[in-house]
């Protein structure tokens, strides 16, 4: 079995090695993939001046994605990174996979037209529609395909979680994790003053270009300098490390596993509307709190969840005066959903 990601954002990235360790840790013969392992070093360092210009300008990056060329990754890969991949697929005999990205697609056409083999494809989807990358690849292929939704607008609700769930605190602190995804993208930064002049302990998520002012009980964090997912260990977590003025030694464990057991002791999520950040949600039972979405299909996450009082926008819990009753109404209805929930990787035990 193989995981398919893409790392940009950590949107994919993380849910995918989330997956990984839990079916490492079931024995299961599986292997991970990030897409940019296969790029040339011209192209991730385009990567990276644009993840900085995407942080300093919200603005720009919205513009930006909409004029996104959703090329083919045979535009963006190394011939032979990919030739080594597809050769090391076939001696090994690979025919299940798990794609958390549609840019995956071509690259298993081009593996299935070299195999005399089936492969069957699970294609992951992390938002409530299908979101560019599928949209510009998800075609008639020779290979089986089934389509993976946690939560989908078409169904009107959440579906599955990635994960078994496990127990999510008795007590919350009054505090809230504020973050812009894996590039700390979006406004949520304007927030911080109100919100802890309105008495909640916060942590906030910064780049590592961004300003980590002073505020009492405010906490930052980012991935640490040197880290990225195209030179990490294959299943490793983005590295993160605690920042600003008075910021004590990180724990040893600073992940996103870390990161995301913070959430599940907070009362709610300030974040741009991600996939990610709903499925963070639902398995935290914590409430996410809106920004401005990166694109529409953002902004179809935000809807959804609102329509189902697991979240609401910035915009509307600042007007109700940051009423916290409203954040634990919330949990209570994330919680109730959840525990009903079936979840992927069992499914994947019992295939």
Wanted: net charge neutral.
């Amino acid at each position: 079995m193989v995981i398919l990601c893409a790392s940009v954002g950590f949107g994919t990235y993380t849910p995918a090695v989330q997956l990984y360790r839990h079916l490492c840790a079931q024995r299961q013969p599986v292997s991970i993939e990030v897409l940019e392992c296969l790029f040339s070093p011209e192209k991730l360092s385009q990567i990276k001046a644009a993840r900085l210009r995407f942080q300093n300008d919200f603005r720009f990056a919205l513009a930006a994605r909409k004029t996104l060329n959703l090329h083919s990754p045979a535009d963006c890969v190394d011939i032979d990174k990919r030739s080594v991949l597809l050769n090391r697929w076939k001696q090994a005999g690979e025919t299940r996979f798990i794609l958390f990205s549609g840019f995956w697609l071509p690259l298993l056409k081009e593996y299935q037209e070299s195999t005399d083999g089936r492969i069957a494809a699970d294609c992951v989807q992390m938002e409530v529609v299908l979101s560019p990358s599928w949209r510009a690849h998800l075609k008639d292929y020779p290979f089986p395909i089934r389509l993976v939704w946690f939560y989908s607008s078409s169904q009107g609700g959440v579906v599955q979680t990635l994960l078994p769930v496990s127990a999510t605190p008795a007590r919350r602190k009054r505090g809230l994790v504020l973050h812009g995804g894996g590039w700390q993208l979006g406004d949520y930064g304007d927030s911080v003053p109100a919100l802890a002049g309105a008495g909640y302990s916060l942590l906030v998520g910064r780049s590592q270009d961004q300003p980590c002012l002073s505020y009492p009980n405010v906490q930052y964090f980012r991935v640490q300098s040197q880290w990225e997912t195209w030179t990490a260990r294959p299943g490793d977590y983005p590295s993160l490390e605690l920042c600003g003025d008075g910021a004590f030694p990180p724990p040893e464990d600073a992940s996103a596993h870390w990161l995301l057991q913070q959430i599940m002791s907070s009362s709610g999520v300030v974040s741009k509307p991600g996939g990610a950040t709903l499925l963070d949600s639902l398995a935290a039972c914590t409430p996410s709190i809106f920004t401005s979405p990166y694109g529409e299909t953002e902004a179809q996450n935000a809807q959804l969840w609102c329509s189902l009082g697991l979240g609401m926008t910035l915009v509307d819990w600042e007007r109700s005066g940051y009423r916290e009753e409203l954040l634990v109404q919330a949990q209570e209805r994330l919680q109730t959903a959840r525990d009903a929930l079936p979840s992927y990787a069992e499914t994947l035990h019992a295939a």
